[in-house]
């Protein structure tokens, strides 16, 4: 299974909505320009998160989106799967063989592991550790 730009870039409107939870709605331009990506393309992946019924969507001057659950509910797979489909690696074959076959199998039920137990307050209140910046480099 390869995450297309569909679920990355959901995962980025999710995160940002996220951040701003308890504030105003957030508008799609503006997270389109927070994160230098297409507006028209945030537009087309916004509609299915609303019919999902994981984003709100609010009228007005001051309007835009705003998560229609708390963040600690939602989680990357229930974002993932709505704009990507279901998950899985390869299509499983009962004539494949079983050491193969039990291979997919656990590759696919971790992959689901890992993205329904990160929820989007995790995503959202993560913190690199990451210490590229910090480094020294002298000539």
């Known amino acids: 299974m390869k995450i297309s730009t569909k679920g990355r870039y959901g995962l980025t409107i999710m995160i940002a909505l996220a951040k701003k939870t308890g504030d ?5 331009k503006s997270i389109a320009q927070d994160h230098n990506l297409s507006e028209h393309y945030l537009e087309q992946l916004i509609a299915p998160l609303r019919n999902a019924g994981l984003v709100k969507s ?12 708390d963040a600690a509910t939602i ?13 899985s690696l390869v299509e499983v074959l009962e004539d494949e063989e079983p050491a193969k076959r039990d291979l997919w199998i656990r590759i696919r039920d971790a992959v689901k592991d890992v993205l329904d137990n990160t929820t989007l307050e995790d995503l959202a209140n993560y913190e690199s550790n990451d210490e590229q910046e910090s480094y020294m480099f002298y000539i």
């Open 58 to 69: 609010i009228r007005g001057a001051y309007g835009g989106y705003v998560l229609a659950k």
């Open 24 to 28: 105003t709605p957030t508008s799609l």
């Open 75 to 87: 989680t990357s797979g229930d974002i993932i799967r709505v704009l990507e489909g279901p998950i």
